[in-house]
């Protein structure tokens, strides 16, 4: 059995590719319910409130901690 080749990046690099991955998350989550509130998009009631009271949240407090 072979192994495969590891590759290893700095833990500055790793928090650098989740922060952007957050915060792109965030600014779709934050367009689509504005877009909701606007009366211009559909989307489920739950999953407006899901995205404001629970993910939105959720999510600021994940960027805060990698440094955004």
Same mark, same amino acid.
């Given at each position: 059995?072979s ?17 952007? %991955? #957050? ?11 504005? %877009? ?14 899901? %995205?404001r009271?629970? #993910? ?5 407090? #994940?960027?805060?901690?990698y440094?955004?």
């Amino acid at each position: 059995m072979s192994k495969i080749n590891e590759m290893t990046i700095p833990f500055e690099v790793a928090d650098g590719i989740v922060l952007a %991955s #957050l915060q792109e998350q965030l600014k779709f989550l934050k367009k689509d319910l504005k %877009s909701y509130d606007a009366g211009t998009s559909w989307m489920h009631p739950e999953d407006a409130d899901k %995205s404001r009271h629970e #993910l939105i949240p959720s999510l600021k407090i #994940l960027i805060k901690y990698y440094g955004g």
